[in-house]
C-alpha cells in the first residue's frame, strides 16, 4: 500500500519550491519502482517523475525537467519529489504511486495504467 503524500504540498508562489514524500507501507517497497504524477483541473493525470526501486534511475516528464527531482530512501520506504522554480501551470493534485519491478522500467516508467498502488494525492498551488 502506499500512504497518502506528505502534506508538504500547499500554495506557493511562482518560483518557490516545495518538497514532497510519499511513505509506502509493507515490506515490499524495495520491490516496486516509484513514480510521480499529476492532475490539473480539467486535465487527465499526467506523469511526472519515476525512479527504480533501487534509485538507480530516473525519468522526468519534459516539463519536470532540470526543475524536479525524484528520490527514494528504501530504508524509511519513502519517496521525495523536490521542486523548484515552480511555475503557476504546476498547480496540480500529485500523486505517487507504485509500479512493480517485473514490468520494464524503460517502456513502462511513464505509464500510469501499469502502476498497482497510488496515494490519495496532495494539492500543489503556484500563484503568480
Known amino acids: 500500500q502506499v500512504q497518502p503524500p506528505h502534506p508538504g504540498g500547499g500554495l506557493v508562489q511562482a518560483g518557490d519550491s516545495l518538497r514532497l514524500s510519499c511513505a509506502a507501507s509493507?515490506?515490499?517497497?524495495?520491490?516496486?519502482?516509484s513514480g510521480w504524477f499529476r492532475q490539473a483541473p480539467g486535465k487527465g493525470r499526467d506523469f511526472v517523475a519515476a525512479?527504480?526501486?533501487?534509485?538507480?534511475?530516473?525519468y522526468y516528464a519534459g516539463a519536470a525537467k532540470g526543475r524536479f527531482t525524484v528520490s527514494r530512501d528504501n530504508a524509511k520506504n519513502t519517496i521525495y519529489l523536490q521542486m523548484n522554480s515552480l511555475r503557476t501551470e504546476d498547480t496540480a493534485i500529485y500523486y505517487c504511486?507504485?509500479?512493480?519491478?517485473?514490468?520494464?522500467?524503460?517502456?513502462?516508467?511513464?505509464?500510469?495504467?501499469?502502476?498497482?498502488?497510488w496515494g490519495q494525492g496532495t494539492q500543489v498551488t503556484v500563484s503568480s
Open positions: 525512479i527504480t526501486w533501487s534509485g538507480s534511475s530516473t
Open positions: 509493507g515490506r515490499t517497497f524495495n520491490s516496486y519502482h
Open positions: 504511486a507504485a509500479l512493480h519491478s517485473a514490468w520494464d522500467w524503460v517502456t513502462f516508467n511513464a505509464d500510469s495504467r501499469k502502476y498497482t498502488y
